[in-house]
């Protein structure tokens, strides 16, 4: 009889409801059987040691400092569009890898890869649209971290230069986006990269519609500013490879490069700013 | 009673936290989210894919991407010399300036109005008016022709807007080209020369420690953002179409 178990009554089990008992038996069952124990050789001890190597021998995480300022958590500081910006960026090249298997940047085959993409290709239309979006809502959340860093006086000294790189990834998001809008190679692409590029026609000394391209020899509409973004005097197949390679390998190797620099910068300038 | 001693605690709280795990945790939750949204949005929504690129056919309106909008938008009172390069190559010039033209130690990583009200002011301005509300105009607003439509009016092509504009010096009465010219050039300069040593005036003091080049660009650039607000009235208001005409360029 002694060794019969005893049968909880109700009033036994909302206690260890209430005061949590009833988590840590179960938690002990599990970590304690044979599956686990065999799987997993030590356990995790939330110690101060175990959290500053959680971030310091992690090589994706150590690009955080172990320690940041309280007030570096709060979202009303933040607003957290630094992150996301990032992580928009992360899911547009992964998206953008998977587009680049079934695209070809060539005047012929450019427009109907989109359409094999989309009505062809599973989930096609889904990567398809992942990509645009981010990159649309990259360029707003970029804009939005840059105004709160603004606000904040974030650039102020030691941070001036960390600022301007981000001037530079706020340029380079803009073009790499509006490199990308040429791709699809239909008239929403084409006509509104005209009106983008022909701008460059007015270029001061350097394109044929400019001021003062008359004492500059040789430019002409085919040889000027924009013919040497475009390859050409108009939007055609050669601007395409032109701006695909610019969009898939030169710029966000750039930016890649220029995001290293910022994300550095912001540790070796002491963290993200802050009340003195 | 319970409220004091919350406050106290808070208080006692060290000022630094562990990263792991109280920003991996934030990072991770907000990371879902973004990626929930993201997900939703692209399944219900599809990217835009209209007929394939013909070179033959010009659409009206022809849009620049959206968020170019706020320049195609300043492409009816510029030439493109300066509404498609000089602009752009100055506001991306002018905010990699403002960390060393802004001295003011104040309000360095918290927010504060008070403490910086210029600053805060002109950017705003400079970023909710001149870049978002002109984006928004441009993609709602601008219809056939560059024209301006209401929401609820149909996007009539046909539409004819009366073009009366005309140059500053005609409209004060100066008829001969070359005297046009000075005028307007008198007009240009005297307005960054005048607005230039107005602030040098009223910042006297403040040479000395700010330094020359700095406020000359600080205002300068100023200027350059005030004028282009100028150009916009006129040409709103009163038709004024070119302010300075010359043989290479018009301002």
């Given at each position: 009889?002694?060794?019969?178990?005893?049968?909880?009554?109700?009033?036994?089990?909302?206690?260890?409801?209430?005061?949590?008992?009833?988590?840590?038996?179960?938690?002990?069952?599990?970590?304690?059987?044979?599956?686990?124990?065999?799987?997993?050789?030590?356990?995790?001890?939330?110690?101060?040691?175990?959290?500053?190597?959680?971030?310091?021998?992690?090589?994706?995480?150590?690009?955080?400092?172990?320690?940041?300022?309280?007030?570096?958590?709060?979202?009303?500081?933040?607003?957290?569009?630094?992150?996301?910006?990032?992580?928009?960026?992360?899911?547009?090249?992964?998206?953008?890898?998977?587009?680049?298997?079934?695209?070809?940047?060539?005047?012929?085959?450019?427009?109907?890869?989109?359409?094999?993409?989309?009505?062809?290709?599973?989930?096609?239309?889904?990567?398809?649209?992942?990509?645009?979006?981010?990159?649309?809502?990259?360029?707003?959340?970029?804009?939005?971290?840059?105004?709160?860093?603004?606000?904040?006086?974030?650039?102020?000294?030691?941070?001036?230069?960390?600022?301007?790189?981000?001037?530079?990834?706020?340029?380079?998001?803009?073009?790499?986006?509006?490199?990308?809008?040429?791709?699809?190679?239909?008239?929403?692409?084409?006509?509104?990269?005209?009106?983008?590029?022909?701008?460059?026609?007015?270029?001061?000394?350097?394109?044929?519609?400019?001021?003062?391209?008359?004492?500059?020899?040789?430019?002409?509409?085919?040889?000027?500013?924009?013919?040497?973004?475009?390859?050409?005097?108009?939007?055609?197949?050669?601007?395409?490879?032109?701006?695909?390679?610019l969009h898939c390998i030169f710029i966000p190797l750039v930016a890649g490069a220029l995001m290293i620099v910022h994300f550095w910068r912001i540790r070796k300038d002491g963290g993200i700013s802050g009340p003195l | 009673m319970a409220f004091p001693a919350k406050k106290k605690a808070a208080?006692?709280?060290?000022?630094?936290?562990?990263?792991?795990?109280?920003?991996?945790?934030?990072?991770?939750?907000?990371?879902?989210?973004?990626?929930?949204?993201?997900?939703?949005?692209?399944?219900?929504?599809?990217?835009?894919?209209?007929?394939?690129?013909?070179?033959?056919?010009?659409?009206?309106?022809?849009?620049?991407?959206?968020?170019?909008?706020?320049?195609?938008?300043?492409?009816?009172?510029?030439?493109?010399?300066?509404?498609?390069?000089?602009?752009?190559?100055?506001?991306?010039?002018?905010?990699?300036?403002?960390?060393?033209?802004?001295?003011?130690?104040?309000?360095?990583?918290?927010?504060?109005?008070?403490?910086?009200?210029?600053?805060?002011?002109?950017?705003?301005?400079?970023?909710?008016?001149?870049?978002?509300?002109?984006?928004?105009?441009?993609?709602?607003?601008?219809?056939?022709?560059?024209?301006?439509?209401?929401?609820?009016?149909?996007?009539?092509?046909?539409?004819?807007?009366?073009?009366?504009?005309?140059?500053?010096?005609?409209?004060?009465?100066?008829?001969?080209?070359?005297?046009?010219?000075?005028?307007?050039?008198?007009?240009?300069?005297?307005?960054?020369?005048?607005?230039?040593?107005?602030?040098?005036?009223?910042?006297?003091?403040?040479?000395?420690?700010?330094?020359?080049?700095?406020?000359?660009?600080?205002?300068?650039?100023?200027?350059?953002?005030?004028?282009?607000?100028?150009?916009?009235?006129?040409?709103?208001?009163?038709?004024?179409?070119?302010?300075?005409?010359?043989?290479?360029?018009?301002?």
């Amino acid at each position: 009889m002694a060794n019969k178990s005893k049968i909880p009554n109700i009033a036994e089990i909302m206690e260890s409801i209430k005061s949590g008992k009833i988590w840590k038996d179960f938690t002990k069952q599990v970590t304690e059987s044979q599956i686990w124990t065999s799987s997993f050789r030590h356990g995790y001890a939330d110690t101060p040691r175990n959290r500053v190597l959680q971030i310091a021998s992690n090589v994706w995480l150590h690009l955080h400092p172990v320690k940041i300022h309280r007030h570096a958590l709060r979202i009303k500081f933040t607003w957290c569009m630094g992150g996301i910006t990032f992580l928009l960026f992360l899911s547009t090249v992964v998206t953008g890898v998977i587009l680049m298997f079934y695209y070809r940047p060539v005047g012929e085959y450019a427009y109907f890869d989109m359409k094999y993409l989309q009505y062809d290709v599973p989930f096609g239309m889904l990567m398809r649209n992942m990509h645009r979006w981010a990159a649309h809502a990259m360029v707003i959340t970029v804009w939005l971290h840059m105004f709160r860093v603004f606000l904040t006086g974030s650039y102020k000294p030691p941070r001036e230069f960390n600022w301007v790189i981000g001037v530079f990834l706020v340029t380079f998001t803009l073009l790499l986006s509006f490199t990308g809008y040429l791709l699809p190679w239909d008239q929403l692409a084409m006509w509104a990269v005209t009106v983008g590029t022909n701008m460059a026609r007015g270029t001061p000394f350097l394109g044929h519609e400019g001021p003062f391209q008359e004492f500059v020899p040789l430019i002409s509409a085919r040889y000027d500013m924009r013919s040497a973004l475009l390859g050409g005097s108009l939007v055609g197949p050669p601007a395409l490879l032109r701006f695909y390679v610019l969009h898939c390998i030169f710029i966000p190797l750039v930016a890649g490069a220029l995001m290293i620099v910022h994300f550095w910068r912001i540790r070796k300038d002491g963290g993200i700013s802050g009340p003195l | 009673m319970a409220f004091p001693a919350k406050k106290k605690a808070a208080q006692e709280l060290p000022e630094k936290v562990h990263v792991w795990p109280y920003l991996v945790r934030l990072e991770f939750l907000c990371a879902i989210i973004v990626i929930l949204v993201l997900t939703v949005w692209s399944i219900v929504i599809d990217a835009p894919l209209e007929e394939a690129a013909n070179p033959t056919k010009t659409p009206n309106p022809s849009k620049a991407p959206w968020y170019f909008l706020g320049l195609q938008d300043i492409l009816v009172y510029f030439d493109p010399w300066f509404a498609g390069v000089i602009a752009p190559t100055l506001i991306i010039v002018g905010l990699m300036l403002i960390p060393y033209l802004d001295v003011n130690p104040k309000g360095n990583g918290y927010y504060t109005f008070s403490e910086r009200k210029t600053a805060i002011c002109v950017y705003t301005f400079g970023f909710l008016v001149l870049w978002i509300a002109l984006i928004i105009m441009g993609v709602f607003l601008r219809g056939p022709g560059w024209n301006l439509f209401m929401p609820w009016q149909y996007w009539d092509p046909h539409k004819v807007v009366a073009l009366v504009n005309v140059d500053l010096p005609y409209a004060f009465g100066i008829r001969t080209y070359l005297n046009a010219s000075i005028f307007g050039g008198a007009v240009v300069l005297g307005y960054f020369g005048l607005g230039t040593a107005v602030y040098f005036f009223m910042e006297r003091k403040a040479i000395k420690n700010v330094g020359f080049l700095r406020m000359f660009l600080k205002i300068n650039l100023f200027l350059i953002m005030i004028g282009i607000v100028i150009k916009i009235t006129l040409r709103l208001a009163f038709n004024i179409k070119y302010i300075w005409v010359t043989p290479w360029f018009n301002i």
